[in-house]
């Protein structure tokens, strides 16, 4: 699995270090024209090819260019930043389109995994209805626990709207309308059956951005949707284990 959720969620993990180390480089240098061997005739002199003053200033710039890049490069300059932001139970978070606030969370066991339900509540900040944005949420939303020294990190994410237990869905809304007050929503991460020994969950979730994408049927065509930002938001909160 890639390391963008697991590095966002546990920030100060440390990645594997290399088996072996970098050894240091030996220091080197040709022998002096005083070492030359006896009984062997010494190359007659050449002579010596200078460059123009404007080809060195260009190879110094050059030079210099290529250190300051490659400073750049190696402090991920060239890369987009992830920024995310600690937040707490209650505290509502943008994530674009919705605002969504995170309540409180359970944990069961489901056959062989490990759910983890987050009941929250769920506004619609933008003008337009919006009947796939749920989905997008669901997509860039990720759960993780750590046991004993391992981390566990959700496998699926799914969001259902206008639903406060679980069980009542006559009750599920499909569609957040703009105007209308918040209403409840579940947050449900699946996770391996280890995890339903933990009592605590980080739960990451990216801010959406509405950008355009080629259409998966020819290529060709782009259509815009809901995809995940370059920052988001952690919430850690404990968890009430339940029976399901």
């Keep these: 699995m890639s390391q963008g959720p697991r590095r966002a969620i546990w920030p100060d993990e440390e990645l594997p270090r290399p088996e072996h180390p970098e050894q240091p480089r030996q220091s080197w ?3 002096s024209p005083d070492q030359q061997p006896s009984g062997v005739p010494m190359p007659a002199r050449q002579a010596r090819f200078r460059l123009p003053t404007a080809a060195k200033a260009l190879i110094i710039v050059i030079a210099v260019s290529m ?3 490659g400073g750049i490069w190696a402090g991920g300059g060239f890369s987009v930043r992830q920024v995310m932001v600690d937040r707490h139970t209650g505290e509502p978070l943008d994530l674009g389109p919705v605002e969504l606030t995170v309540l409180n969370a359970i944990s069961y066991d ?3 995994q490990t ?3 987050a009941a929250a509540t769920c506004r619609l900040t933008s003008e337009h209805s919006e009947g796939s944005v749920h989905y997008a949420i669901g997509r ?3 759960a993780g626990v750590r046991l004993n020294g391992e981390a566990l990190l959700s496998s699926d994410t799914m969001v259902t709207i206008g639903v406060d237990d679980g069980l009542n869905f006559g009750r599920t809304r499909e569609v957040l309308s703009p105007g209308v007050p918040a ?5 449900r991460y699946s996770l391996p059956i280890e995890a339903l020994d933990a009592d605590t969950a980080t739960i990451l979730f990216w801010r959406l951005q509405f ?3 080629n259409n998966v049927k020819n290529d060709e065509d782009t259509s815009k949707t809901w995809n995940a930002a370059a920052d988001g938001y952690r919430v850690q909160l404990p968890l009430r284990h339940v029976a399901r």
């Design 183 to 187: 209403v409840p929503c579940v947050v």
């Design 29 to 31: 240098a040709p022998p």
């Design 140 to 142: 860039n939303s990720f």
């Design 211 to 213: 950008t355009e994408e």
């Design 110 to 112: 489901l056959g062989e």
């Design 115 to 117: 759910q983890i339900e």
């Design 67 to 69: 250190v300051i890049a």
